[in-house]
């Protein structure tokens, strides 16, 4: 049988993190979604160095549909456009783009039901708790 350690490392950190910041969260009744230049990481080490709760990489995929996972992921082939995001220890959401400016920019604009649906996939994964406000800051 093979073991698969590094998976359970994953998914206990996962967890681990998701519900003690979601207990906090629950105090904090406004998400400040905030546009930044964020590293690509893989890690749990560069995690604590960035001083990031979570992390992933998100995006919209060729056929239109929303993808988005945590800290160890890949972008998918059939990316059209792709965004990295993470959760300080301020409990800010931290968007990026992957690519060019305007691709980060167009998150606050023409293409804010992406950042919708990344929300609601934090949300449901117990990353974030449901906002009862989102304030931008870019």
């Known amino acids: 049988m093979k073991s698969f350690a590094f998976l359970d490392v994953m998914i206990f950190r996962d967890k681990f993190f998701s519900r003690d910041s979601f207990d906090h969260m629950n105090e904090n009744k406004r998400l400040i979604i905030h546009l930044d230049s964020l590293p690509d990481i893989n890690s ?46 301020s409990e800010r959401l931290l968007v990026s783009a992957r690519g060019a400016v305007m691709d980060g920019e167009s998150l606050f604009t023409r293409k804010k039901y992406v ?24």
Not at 50 to 76: C, E, I, M
């Open 115 to 138: 950042l919708a649906c990344l929300i609601e996939e934090l949300v449901k994964k117990r990353i974030l708790a449901r906002p009862r406000a989102i304030s931008t800051d870019w």
């Open 44 to 89: 749990v080490r560069d995690l604590e160095r960035y001083n990031y709760r979570d992390y992933g990489r998100f995006a919209v995929l060729r056929d239109g549909k929303f993808w988005v996972q945590t800290l160890h992921s890949s972008y998918p082939a059939d990316t059209e456009t792709g965004w990295f995001w993470a959760v300080d220890r």
